[in-house]
């Protein structure tokens, strides 16, 4: 790890102790939803990707940031050796247990990633374990917890995803995000902890 890069990520690990975050309710009405007052969903229309009070990311979402901070953006970067097309890419990854396989699927858009998990049998569901390069991790973990801490940290390197951030002016949502750990490796709340915390750090002393 670059001495820049761990630096780095030992001050992120402090600041997001500290970091005092408040997850923004989605509330139903009828057959619309609504976040902090704003409508985020018209029945069965696709949701809203950016208001006056917060940003919603998602790829397919209207709005420059909706896109731009999706883990499905092309953003290239290293991480832990290996070169990642997207930040997706990693969480598609990790759902296979062969490291072969493993490394090509790092090659793929973060779409495409999406989609070849059907290349293994392996269901990290069953058992609540990733891999990462043969390595057996609990997703329920801190060891896990710091893994992605590290992945985050890594591809802010990229200067492009690091000025998007830093951009960044409003509360970041992510509405179409699974809420339970045992059906995504990256929750609704982890989500929108981790990139709101990444736009206090990085703005915090000027990155």
């Keep these: 790890m670059k001495r820049q890069m761990k630096n780095e990520l030992k001050a992120f690990k402090k600041f997001k102790k500290n970091f005092k975050f408040n997850q923004k309710k989605i509330i139903q009405e009828g057959d619309n939803l609504f976040c902090d007052g704003e409508l985020l969903q018209n029945g069965e229309e696709k949701p809203l990707g950016e208001t006056e009070k917060w940003i919603n990311v998602g790829y397919k979402l209207k709005g420059s940031f909706s896109k731009a901070l999706s883990n499905l953006f092309p953003y290239e970067f290293i991480f ?54 043969g390595k057996k991790i609990d997703r329920y973990s801190e060891e896990y917890d710091n893994l992605v801490d590290e992945l985050y940290i890594s591809a802010i390197q990229n200067p492009l995803y690091r000025n998007v951030l830093k951009n960044v002016s409003k509360p970041i949502i992510h509405s179409i995000g699974k809420t339970e750990k045992k059906d995504t490796v990256f929750t609704r709340y982890e989500f929108e902890f981790m990139l709101n915390c990444l736009v206090a750090f990085l703005k915090s002393e000027d990155r």
């Excluded at 930040?87 to 070849?116: H, M, V």
Aim: net charge positive.
């Design 80 to 133: 832990r050796g290996k070169h990642l097309n997207s930040i997706e890419t990693f969480f598609q990854g990790i759902k296979i247990k062969e490291k072969n396989t493993q490394r090509y699927i790092f090659k793929y858009s973060g779409l495409d990633s999406n989609n070849i998990k059907v290349a293994s049998d392996f269901n990290w569901k069953e058992s609540g374990t990733v891999y990462w390069q």
